[in-house]
């Protein structure tokens, strides 16, 4: 399944430039709440049985634990979710960061191609219990993960195929904060966003 952009996206065609945070954290979804999905379901693959210990390793599509990036600009505080299914992370990056950006991730091997693709790259190394360097740090981005699985909790479930929806709502939601008053003005964001 290919990436749709939503159009409650706020960064469409816009590259977030500057100092930026990128990070990416794993939802467990899977074929929730769609009659059009019982045909994968009786194809062979298993029920998923509930108690179970999740996969060792970072989570897949394919495993109902599909991964999410989130991307920070911390000068204008703008943040982009992305839910990647057959892009890997520096293509994520390089699409959604300017050329010249300074960027801060933590020491997941695949963020390593960065400085190749003309980004200045740092990153904190959690696994000696780093978590900041001065200004070098992914805190921000850890903060809106961990405000988007609160908020995608109520929903109880989320359809993995529906998932890039969700977190483009999330990132509307969260990015129009503080910038429109009332709601008659969020709608009409809403209304004339292309």
């Known amino acids: 399944m290919e990436k749709l952009s939503s159009p409650l996206s706020t960064t469409n065609n816009v590259k977030l430039k500057g100092t930026i945070e990128v990070d990416e954290f794993y939802i467990k979804a899977g074929f929730k709440g769609r009659a059009y999905h019982n045909d994968i379901i009786k194809s062979g693959r298993e029920p998923r049985r509930r108690a179970l210990k999740p996969w060792k390793g970072r989570g897949t599509f394919d495993k109902d634990y599909p991964m999410i990036t989130c991307i920070h600009q911390r000068d204008y505080r703008i943040t982009h ?75 109880m479930g989320v359809n993995k195929y529906n998932l890039e929806a969700y977190s483009k709502a999330f990132e509307f939601i969260h990015n129009m904060k503080g910038k429109t008053h009332s709601r008659e003005e969020r709608f009409m964001q809403i209304l004339c966003h292309k």
């Open 81 to 155: 979710f992305n839910v990647p299914v057959k892009q890997n992370l520096v293509d994520i990056t390089c699409s959604n960061v300017d050329y010249g950006s300074t960027v801060y991730t933590d020491e997941y091997v695949a963020y390593n191609q960065l400085k190749v693709h003309g980004l200045v790259h740092e990153q904190v190394k959690h696994s000696v219990k780093e978590y900041a360097r001065g200004d070098i740090h992914i805190n921000n981005c850890e903060c809106r993960s961990n405000l988007f699985k609160i908020w995608i909790a109520k929903f």
